[in-house]
């Protein structure tokens, strides 16, 4: 679970880099009392020292790769191997769908 302090950070991080300003833990620290939150004095710091060793468009265009391998190995190793596999539930055939069309979609939003 992420704390108020990381994700104010990293948010920040992403605005400068958006932005194209240098990411320093002083820009970062502006950034996050302008939005009026407090967070503990060496988040700043540390998203620095990240974003100076670390290519900030990589970590962006990666952000899914690393938690999907992670969560894959936590799980494959907490879960204990059984021999029952359950049914898959099977799709209800005779039900039938009315798909509306966008004018009767937009009506709707106003009746």
């Given at each position: 679970?992420?704390?108020?302090?990381?994700?104010?950070?990293?948010?920040?991080?992403?605005?400068?880099?958006?932005?194209?300003?240098?990411?320093?833990g002083?820009?970062?620290g502006?950034?996050v009392?302008a939005a009026?939150l407090?967070?503990?004095?060496?988040?700043?710091?540390?998203?620095?020292?990240?974003?100076?060793?670390?290519?900030?468009?990589?970590?962006?265009m990666n952000v899914?790769?690393g938690?999907?391998?992670?969560?894959?190995?936590?799980?494959?190793?907490?879960?204990?191997?059984t021999d029952?596999?359950?049914?898959?539930?099977?799709?209800?055939?005779?039900e039938?769908?009315?798909?509306?069309?966008d004018?009767e979609a937009?009506?709707?939003?106003f009746?």
């Open positions: 679970m992420s704390s108020t302090g990381e994700l104010a950070c990293t948010y920040a991080c992403l605005i400068l880099h958006d932005e194209g300003i240098p990411i320093t002083e820009k970062i502006t950034l009392k009026n407090q967070v503990e004095s060496y988040w700043p710091s540390l998203f620095d020292k990240l974003c100076e060793k670390k290519n900030v468009d990589e970590l962006i899914s790769s938690g999907a391998a992670a969560s894959t190995g936590a799980v494959a190793t907490a879960a204990p191997a029952h596999v359950a049914p898959a539930a099977a799709p209800n055939m005779h039938e769908k009315k798909e509306e069309s004018d937009m009506f709707s939003l009746d």
